[in-house]
């Protein structure tokens, strides 16, 4: 089977393809320097097939010297943050994040030139559709629409032009793939995040599903929302985005193409809140809540257009918000539980 190169192999998403590349039969080289969370043991730490490296992935050498023997490459490192993130780490998202992705593109070129290197997949996000007005969002309105307007946005879309630059002067095969809202395991607070407070509890990551859950197992009510909670979101389950990545890394049809990779069911955060209320309190408490000013790049809408995955790669999302819900809501209570939410 092949080899592959993944940047950002100890994150949220990271962890998610890890097990599935490793079940796939792939060698797995991960590579991440636990900016994010520290240091955290994975079930897949001792596998055979997988080698973890603590190391920058902005260092081109150290990417290039990785990258040997390898068949693939996925760009999947970024300092990356809820919407906290987005304001209190505007420029350092802007500037770590182009010297991350030109470090891995910048190696990937040497490798493809030697013959080596098959493909990159760039691992970018939903975000660069930040400023769509019509939905579904399908691929290629990111090209048609005003820029985002945050600098997260706005460099996540930069790597959608490194990877076909890349390809237009080098001749360097990528794959685009663009996770929607991830919902699953593995998420705490971040080291370094700006301390957020939403009523009486501190957000951990600023990301909508696990913060609501720890507001409402640490008993906030009636429960702080952001704006008025008609902000729609498309929640996919991290695994499912992972089997979306795998497939479209080694599709033939996916070479020098972009894909939505999410469900696209469609909550409103204020659904997302009441249903996970009800899944914990089991109608033993009313639900109650409360609007807090919502920040700057709450986008309002997000919904994409999944059909090309469908059609090109055979890629559905399978799992649904209540299921996903069922097995995040436990394990963010035991996290609570032991400091780390």
């Known amino acids: 089977m092949s080899k592959i190169l993944l940047t950002g192999s100890a994150g949220f998403i990271g962890g998610y393809l890890v097990e599935e590349l490793l079940s796939r039969g792939h060698s797995v080289v991960g590579l991440d320097n636990y900016s994010k969370y520290g240091k955290t043991e994975r079930s897949y730490d001792d596998h055979p097939q997988f080698t973890g490296v603590v190391g920058d992935a902005a260092d081109p ?11 693939y490459l996925v760009a999947g490192a970024a300092k990356i943050g809820g919407i906290s993130y ?4 505007a420029y350092d998202l802007l500037a770590e994040n182009e010297r991350i992705i030109a470090a891995a593109m910048d190696a990937a070129i040497r490798r493809h030139q030697e013959g080596s290197l098959q493909r990159v997949a760039v691992i970018s996000s939903s975000m660069v559709f930040e400023s769509a007005t019509t939905f579904p969002s399908k691929e290629g309105d990111e090209l048609k629409i005003p820029p985002p307007h945050s600098s997260y946005g706005f460099q996540k879309l930069a790597t959608e032009y490194f990877a076909r630059a890349a390809q ?3 001749g360097v095969p990528y794959v685009i793939v663009r996770p929607f809202n991830c919902v699953g395991l593995g998420e705490r607070r971040a080291l370094g995040s700006a301390e957020i407070s939403s009523g009486n509890v501190q957000l951990a990551m600023s990301h909508v599903v696990p913060d609501l859950v720890q507001k409402i197992l640490k008993g906030q009510d009636p429960l702080h929302i952001l704006g008025d909670g008609g902000q729609i979101r498309c929640y996919t389950y991290g695994a499912d985005i992972a089997r979306g990545i795998a497939i479209a890394l080694e599709h033939p049809d996916a070479e020098n193409e972009d894909f939505n990779i999410s469900t696209p069911v469609a909550t409103t955060v204020l659904e997302l809140a009441e249903t ?6 089991q109608g033993e408490k009313p639900f109650r809540y409360v609007s807090d000013e919502p920040f700057t790049y709450d986008v309002q809408e997000r919904i994409p257009d999944t059909t090309k995955a469908r059609q090109v790669l055979g890629f559905e999302a399978a799992t649904s918000l209540d299921e996903m819900l069922d097995e995040v809501i436990p394990w963010i209570s035991q996290q609570v539980e032991l400091g780390t939410i």
């Open 168 to 170: 237009i002067q080098y």
């Open 276 to 281: 996970i209320w009800d899944k914990i309190y």
């Open 61 to 71: 050498k150290l990417m290039y010297e990785l990258l040997d023997g390898c068949d």
């Open 86 to 89: 987005f304001h209190a780490y």
